[in-house]
């Protein structure tokens, strides 16, 4: 009797398991709609009074009736809410789309790249050049081209840089949301310390490091902060007429001179002990060590508003415009976009809410909130901060490149921080460390 | 009478035969399915029909190579099952153990056989996890090796380098300071009570919390700086702080000796990775503590008292006693502690993301990276035979120690 109760038992444990382990595969994610609609009285009244707006006041595009979109980005508060207000103001023009926002503030790519291979991917989400990587050449991402000319948004709206990124094969697979680029951050009470003029936006190079090499020369201040870091690099390369690859990224040009004579030059300012790397000074980054007054000057970017308001709020600092190189004035670009997932059962909405989030109405209430700069040119004057001012004048200066150099970009990258990290340690001469950098990098591009 | 009996009898040994053989190669079939290599994406997961039409397209062959091995495990046990049949006693006794096995072996079956057996074939084809696999050979783990000639890319090779120094530090010194951690609190100190929770408590706190702490206490103007200098100085020795987590010196270096870049394999481990490496001696060492405390409450205390009788010492004691009687739990805590070294990733990830130059690069750590393609297009294919590389190197340590260190533990 007993054993075959157990017979039984098993046999049920059995199929109970199998069902479980089926129904898994096929159940959708229970999403908890986590819509708090927290309506922003200050945002809504703003908006119907933008004169420009007026265009964007009917949906973009046709979308399918009682739509439902899952939304997914990363960032902290300030950008979920920034996101929420977006989302209010895109059921105002566009009443029968639901967006159920779902952020995912850490391991955002890991975590998408996961839910895509699982089917179970938000529709519309933030695309960095990882997850372009990832999912545009693998047909995880519509193409956008068709939508935005239905939309009357065309590729020309964007400042032109921004695309590069979001573009394979002459297609847009994502629209850029917002951009920042590096600008000269200083602390001005160094400059007085040394009895120095402050930073002008007619620097140069040469300059800076004059003012760094008095500063660190007086001691109260470290002179210039900058970690062995490919893109605080950039800005010094590309102003000298040089790039990390070639236009079609298919091999590097790290050991060509206009790199070397600046990979020379930033070397020769760290071992003068003008340039010090953020550990040297026990920060973790160079914009920490403005915050805790340990440095004169570094490279930040538009990050560095929020984040000085939010835990060095007392600290007095300004930003000038990058320094002149001897070719060129240039800055390096970084971006991020939105795009939509391939195979969304509302196409047509989750893009007409991707181009409602890029568009020049939702930007430009974006910009006012002085969290992120407007991906479209003429809108650059609504910018208030005139630290962000600073920063984002770099962005549209003819020479400057946006932060990508194709799938193989962060390796890439590593290679010229681990360049420049084994010449500062004295391993290398500039010129050894830079062949092996481009040994290192035609490996990379090529696609191992 | 018997000739009569015997035919139902076996008739019936038959059929439950035929049914475990069946119910296997089903089970079998399902957990396949289930784990099959096909193209992933929102498309293929929208219902169990395209699913099936994607396995269809793209896995049959390896369906067919596991179908091939569960018609051979199916008859096996669908033999056993028709052997034991006809005995009551026997019949009763292998089936309550294999209803009771059931929800285990059924678990491991999907989501460890299952996904191993996955792993092994994608290991073989270049895989994205939403394009097709395409079958490589061996180029995955042809590339692997390939760091050995070529410079550029000498990640894997790099992280085997690190993890060996890794492993040969960490497990000697982790196992002889928990030894002496148990014997101390093991000879009736006062407060033995108190210290055993002082010791463990690292232990039981998580490796990510004392990692954020550590990271703090690295730092240029961090504690273990300051007290160094402060150590140091009155000495006489002139102390310069170092960015523990970011300094890629090899210790071979700080002797003085100058070693090319080129000649990295030759520095030995890193500042930054023996800083890792102190850290988590800081954190295993009480888990093994743990061990040993109970392996030495069982040691029988007639032992000593005879050989205190022969006038054996306290070291001799030891070293007689103590440590011939630990050597079982010696060698698991070598096993367990190499097992856990070559799998070092989460201080890693935590404190150095592989840095300074490579010099704290894992091959986890590397696997992770190239699986969620974090350099790079998603390359599950290469990432998976970077984990069937280190499984065979683990299963090779473990081999040895097992031969070495087993031997002669049975005469006590």
């Not at chain 1, 946006?402 to 340690?425: F, H, I, M, N, Q």
């Not at chain 2, 996904?115 to 395409?134: M, R």
Request: one cysteine or more; a negative charge; proline letters at 5%.
């Amino acid at each position: 009797m007993k054993s075959k109760m157990l017979v039984v038992f098993s046999c049920l444990m059995v199929a109970v398991l199998l069902l479980t382990a089926c129904g898994k595969a096929t159940t959708e994610p229970t999403s908890a709609p986590v819509e708090q609609a927290t309506a922003e009285p200050v945002e809504a009244t703003t908006e119907p009074v933008e004169a420009t707006e007026v265009a964007a006041s009917t949906c973009p595009l046709s979308v399918e009736d009682g739509a439902t979109i899952v939304f997914s980005g990363w960032g902290d508060q300030t950008e979920q809410q920034i996101y929420k207000d977006s989302i209010e103001r895109f059921k105002a023009i566009c009443p029968n789309v639901t967006v159920d926002y779902q952020p995912i503030p850490d391991k955002f790519q890991d975590k998408l790249k996961a839910q895509m291979a699982g089917g179970t991917a938000p529709d519309v989400f933030y695309v960095d050049d990882q997850l372009m990587t990832a999912f545009a050449s693998t047909g995880q991402l519509m193409a956008l081209d068709d939508v935005m000319a239905e939309a009357g948004v065309s590729r020309d709206d964007f400042i032109p840089a921004l695309l590069t990124i979001f573009t394979l094969d002459g297609k847009t697979y994502a629209l850029p949301k917002d951009w920042s680029t590096l600008g000269l951050v200083y602390l001005p009470e160094a400059f007085t310390d040394a009895g120095i003029a402050e930073p002008a936006d007619t620097w140069t190079w040469d300059d800076m490091r004059t003012a760094a090499k008095a500063i660190a020369a007086k001691g109260t201040y470290a002179g210039f902060c900058m970690g062995a870091d490919w893109a605080r690099f950039a800005p010094f390369v590309f102003s000298n007429g040089g790039d990390y690859a070639n236009s079609d990224f298919t091999a590097g040009t790290l050991d060509t001179p206009e790199v070397k004579e600046m990979a020379t030059f930033v070397t020769e300012m760290f071992n003068e002990k003008s340039l010090v790397r953020p550990a040297d000074i026990s920060a973790s980054w160079c914009g920490e060590a403005i915050g805790k007054k340990l440095v004169a000057m570094t490279l930040e970017g538009g990050w560095m508003v929020n984040s000085m308001k939010l835990d060095y709020s007392d600290v007095v600092w300004k930003t000038a415009l990058i320094p002149n190189g001897s070719k060129t004035r240039a800055d390096v670009i970084f971006t991020n976009g939105i795009g939509v997932n391939a195979s969304t059962k509302y196409p047509m909405a989750a893009a007409a809410f991707a181009i409602y989030l890029t568009g020049r109405a939702n930007q430009g209430e974006i910009v006012k909130t002085g969290f992120a700069y407007s991906t479209h040119p003429d809108q650059i004057d609504l910018i208030g901060n005139v630290n962000d001012k600073a920063i984002a004048e770099a962005g549209l200066l003819p020479d400057t490149k946006v932060a990508y150099w194709g799938p193989y970009t962060s390796k890439l990258e590593d290679s010229v921080s681990k360049a420049l990290e084994r010449v500062w340690l004295g391993d290398q001469t500039v010129d050894e460390a830079f062949a092996q950098a481009q040994a290192e990098a035609t490996t990379a591009l090529s696609g191992q | 009478m018997e000739h009569k009996n015997l035919k139902p009898g076996k008739s019936k040994s038959v059929a439950a035969g035929i049914m475990i053989f069946l119910v296997v190669v089903i089970t079998i079939m399902l957990v396949a399915f289930m784990n099959a290599p096909t193209r992933g994406g929102a498309q293929v997961m929208a219902s169990a029909q395209t699913y099936f039409a994607e396995v269809k397209q793209t896995a049959l062959p390896f369906l067919v190579v596991v179908g091939l091995g569960a018609v051979i495990l199916g008859v096996l046990a669908g033999i056993t099952v028709y052997r034991v049949w006809p005995n009551q006693k026997k019949r009763n006794t292998l089936l309550t153990a294999y209803a009771f096995l059931t929800p285990y072996l059924l678990i491991t079956c999907i989501f460890t056989i299952g996904v191993i057996l996955f792993a092994f074939y994608i290991s073989f084809t270049h895989y994205d996890i939403f394009t097709e696999p395409t079958w490589v050979g061996l180029n995955n783990y042809k590339l692997a090796f390939k760091g050995f000639t070529d410079s550029t890319q000498k990640d894997f090779v790099q992280s085997l380098h690190n993890v060996f120094w890794y492993t040969l530090l960490v497990v000697p010194i982790q196992t002889t300071l928990a030894i002496g951690m148990a014997v101390l609190l093991n000879t009736g100190v006062r407060l033995k009570n108190f210290f055993r929770t002082i010791f463990y408590a690292p232990s039981v706190t998580s490796s990510v919390v004392i990692t954020l702490i550590f990271v703090w206490l690295y730092l240029k103007s961090g504690f273990v700086n300051n007290i160094m200098t402060n150590l140091l100085t009155p000495l006489g020795l002139n102390f310069q702080s170092v960015n523990w987590l970011g300094d890629p010196r090899g210790l071979f270096q700080l002797f003085g000796f100058t070693i090319k870049s080129s000649e990295w394999y030759l520095r030995g481990p890193s500042i930054a990775w023996m800083a890792i490496m102190v850290q988590n001696i800081f954190t295993t060492a009480p888990t093994f503590m743990i061990m040993f405390l109970a392996a030495l409450q069982d040691i029988n205390p007639v032992l000593y008292e005879a050989a205190a009788i022969d006038g054996a010492n306290g070291w001799q004691q030891f070293t007689k006693i103590t440590l011939p009687l630990l050597r079982p739990i010696i060698l698991l805590v070598i096993v367990l502690g190499t097992i856990g070294t070559l799998q070092v990733f989460d201080q890693v990830y935590l404190a150095t993301q592989g840095g300074p130059l490579g010099t704290s690069l894992t091959p986890v750590y590397l696997i992770y990276r190239e699986a969620m393609g974090a350099q790079g297009p998603i390359n599950m294919g290469y990432a998976a035979s970077l984990a069937f590389i280190l499984a065979l190197i683990i299963f090779v340590f473990t081999f040895i120690q097992r031969r070495v260190l087993e031997h002669g533990t049975e005469q006590y």
